[in-house]
T-cell receptor, first 114, second 112 residues
């Protein structure tokens, strides 16, 4: 079955430290891949997406993600975390075509210490 | 530009009551979706509408019905609410299938 796994439920980093959030997918073919962020009490905002091409994609708010086919991974990174980055982050995948189902990971909650 | 608008933002129901969650988008998108979010579960698709006039079941459709009223509006109805339907509900839309989905701010529903 198609699935998206985020191995880390909760991550705590200090402000200014680097960040990497992990995401692995299980699909027959390379899916479309997304990272969304959800601030407390808010909806989901798209950070970045990967459809094809360059495996390093840049997003909003200084985030980037790297697609690695060999590892079935799409990890999200940020060189220096700000307190305002504290939120829940969701990786999602879509197989494209006529399949409308966007499959989400269970999310990683990011806490930023001052 | 409002994007995706959901009403109400909060709702408390008693078991057995019915209600309709409203969703409207102003981006001229063809596809619309309803998800529920539960702690530790991520988002799960309830129903979707690929285009005006069509609806299909998602991962967790039991206990829900939907109506694609027109291209802008997609409503979710709980006919007889149960405590298991306590959740946060999100509506989303996309230009077409496979495209980026844009989310509303959510409806927080408690069923007592």
């Amino acid at each position: 079955a198609q699935s998206v796994t985020q191995p880390d439920i909760h991550i705590t980093v200090s402000e200014g430290a680097s960040l990497e959030l992990r995401c692995n997918y299980s699909y027959g073919a390379t899916p479309y891949l997304f990272w969304y962020v959800q601030s407390p009490g808010q909806g989901l905002q798209l950070l970045l997406k990967y459809f094809s091409g360059d495996t390093l994609v840049q997003g909003i708010k200084g985030f980037e993600a790297e697609f690695k086919r060999s590892q079935s991974s799409f990890n999200l990174r940020k060189p220096s975390v700000h307190w305002s980055d504290a939120a829940e982050y969701f990786c999602a995948a879509h197989s494209g075509g006529s399949n409308y189902k966007l499959t989400f990971g269970k999310g990683t909650l990011l806490t930023v210490n001052p | 530009n409002a994007g995706v608008t959901q009403t109400p933002k909060f709702q408390v129901l008693k078991t057995g009551q019915s209600m309709t969650l409203q969703c409207a988008q102003d981006m001229n998108h063809n596809s619309m979706y309803w998800y529920r979010q539960d702690p530790g579960m991520g988002l799960r698709l309830i129903y979707y509408s690929a285009s005006e006039g069509t609806t299909d079941k998602g991962e967790v459709p039991n206990g829900y019905n939907v109506s694609r009223l027109n291209k802008r509006e997609f409503s979710l109805r709980l006919e007889s609410a149960a405590p298991s339907q306590t959740s946060v509900y999100f509506c989303a839309s996309s230009e077409r299938d496979g495209n980026i989905q844009y989310f509303g701010a959510g409806t927080r529903l408690s069923v007592l």
